[in-house]
Each structure stands twice: as C-alpha cells, then as structure tokens.
C-alpha cells in the first residue's frame, strides 16, 4: 500500500516534469513558428464558458489577453492563468480595456460548464472559449498554436504538450506582444498596460 506523502511526492513530481515538458515544447513550437511575425491571430468563431456564441469581432475595442491550454491541466496553464488574473487586478481601472481568455486545445474535456466551474476558481474575468473540433483548429491554426495529446495522467484525463505564451492582441484585432508565463503579475501589467 502507498502511503499518501508517497502519492503526494509523486503527483508534484509528476506535475513538475509535466510543466517542464510543456513549457520546452512551447518554446520549441515558439520558435520554429517564429511567432513575432506578422501573421499572428485572425478570424475565429467559438462557444463562450456561458454558453453563447462568439466571434474574434465580438471583442473589437478591448485588447484580448490570450492563452491556449486546457482547464484541467495540472502543468503550465497553472501558472499562467492565475498569472493572468493577478496582472488584471494589477492593471486597476485600466484592466476595463482588457479580456482575458482561455481558448482550449480539448474540446472533449473543456465543454462550457466544465471551463465555467474551472475559471471561476482562478479570475472572474476570465473567459473561457471552445467549440467543435473544427472551429477550434481554425483558431489554433489563426494563432500558429501547436498541441499534442501526450496521453493520460493517473486519473484518466487526458494530457496535452501545448505552447505557454500568453498572447497580447489590439483591440482591432491585431498582434501585439507575446509573454512567457514567468513573468510578476506586475511586470505583465506594466507591459500590458504600454499597449492600453
């Protein structure tokens, strides 16, 4: 019989390679993408975590912080969403401007009440966004995101190997800066904040 400190060790053993694993697999996908290019974000049509439809137009005039991931993920999307929340509180007022979102790379998983129940634990601004698989794929092609179902953890669910960059579009729709998710939450606000 396992002991639980043995099973706790192992999980946050198990968690900790899994946010390496992501991470270097994102800088890699990152990098021969060459993300800083031109063609970066575009058209999208997806199914917000309340339920209703929405398209990339719907969003015209705030600036979208953007991460693509999944709401059960045990690795990066940890550290990054929080990330995301806590830059919102730090942008104050000025965080009116800004909608962060979560677009999935399961949809399987991430129906709109499973990324409602997630979100609501780490911001209440945070917007979580899904669709058919097909819907999904034109908006991850739109973002040069690149993902891989590595398999599945001790529970069952599944794990997916995905970029971690936080993306940073124009309120017209545009692209502005990307972030990696090691940054203070105020660092990311003042860097959000030169965009505002």
Request: charged letters at 20%; a negative charge; glycine letters at 10%.
């Amino acid at each position: 019989m396992v002991g639980i400190g043995a099973v706790s060790m192992r999980s946050a053993i198990f968690g900790f390679l899994a946010a390496l694993l992501l991470t270097v697999n994102g800088a890699m996908a990152a990098e021969s993408d060459d993300p800083l290019g031109d063609n970066i974000g575009g058209p999208f049509s997806l199914v917000d975590h309340n339920g209703n439809a929405v398209t990339d137009e719907d969003f015209r005039g705030r600036h979208l912080l953007v991460f693509f991931g999944y709401a059960n993920c045990p690795g990066i999307c940890s550290a990054a969403l929080p990330l995301m929340g806590q830059a919102v509180d730090a942008l104050g007022d000025e965080a009116d401007q800004l909608q962060p979102v979560l677009i999935t790379v399961d949809p399987k998983w991430d129906t709109p009440p499973e990324m409602k129940r997630a979100l609501a634990k780490i911001h209440p601004r945070l917007l979580g966004l899904t669709g058919t698989s097909e819907q999904l794929a034109r908006a991850h092609a739109a973002y040069q995101v690149k993902f891989e179902l590595l398999g599945e953890d001790w529970n069952g669910d599944p794990m997916y190997s995905h970029g971690s960059y936080i993306y940073l579009m124009g309120p017209d729709g545009t692209f502005e800066t990307l972030m990696p998710p090691i940054l203070a939450p105020e660092k990311m606000a003042e860097i959000i904040g030169n965009y505002l």
